[in-house]
């Protein structure tokens, strides 16, 4: 089956998570899919923006405006188990199940080997749309407790939860779980440096005044504008490395096994 074939087959199960405020905006979100009725996902997707006031689920194939809405703490409660460790979250909501067609299999990835083709499927950079990339597994090693895949394919901020499966089958045999980039540490430094900046300038405090501007607040507000554009750029940053947990983590929770 070649790959635009297998997405045809398996799109119906892959969801998008979106988190909204209080006035519908987006705030953030990841992405799921079905397996035995129930929505996969990551735990980092499902716990985070807890100051959210509603979340919204939906299939590409709903119109851009059509969700299913469900309060924060709705969506919570809605938890069946989950780990921080494997950073897994298994929902039931059978409210999204209605006209979705399919249910992803899990397998345990023991027979995948390093240059196997994969394929993953998500919302990444919050938009509406299902994007599909795909790649070959980079490698295989653990990381404490959690069997890592690491894959050299484009992930970004949105992919988390999303299905890693066989482009040829549609088995999915991993979670799709974070990004990694080779300028993760530079990023870190020079957030530190600029954070440094804004510290030392809040403690000279405020008083030097030209014409109506307080030098020191405008210099706070201009590293706090580099701070917002940096989160951004490193969010957006990408060099094909991407991490998977395998599916064995999520196989071996009692309700994947009817």
Known sequence: MSLADTIAKVRSGVFQIAFANANDE???GGSGFLANDFLITNNHVYAGHLEAHRVWLRRDDMPPNEFCVFSREDFTERLVTGSQTYDYAVLKVPEICQNADHRFTLEVPATRRIGDAIA???FPLEHDNLTCHQGIISSFYQSDLVSVI???AS?????????LIDPATGVAFGIVTRKATGLSQLFAQ???SIQSNIAVAQAAGGGIVIGDVDLVQSIVVSQNQMLATLAEIERQAN????YAFSAEHILAEPCMQG
């Open 26 to 28: 987006k705030i953030g």
């Open 120 to 122: 993953l499927l998500g």
């Open 150 to 152: 690491q894959i050299d």
């Open 155 to 163: 992930v970004n901020a949105g992919n988390s939860g999303g299905p």
């Open 190 to 192: 020079l957030r530190n």
């Open 239 to 242: 060099v094909g490395i991407g």
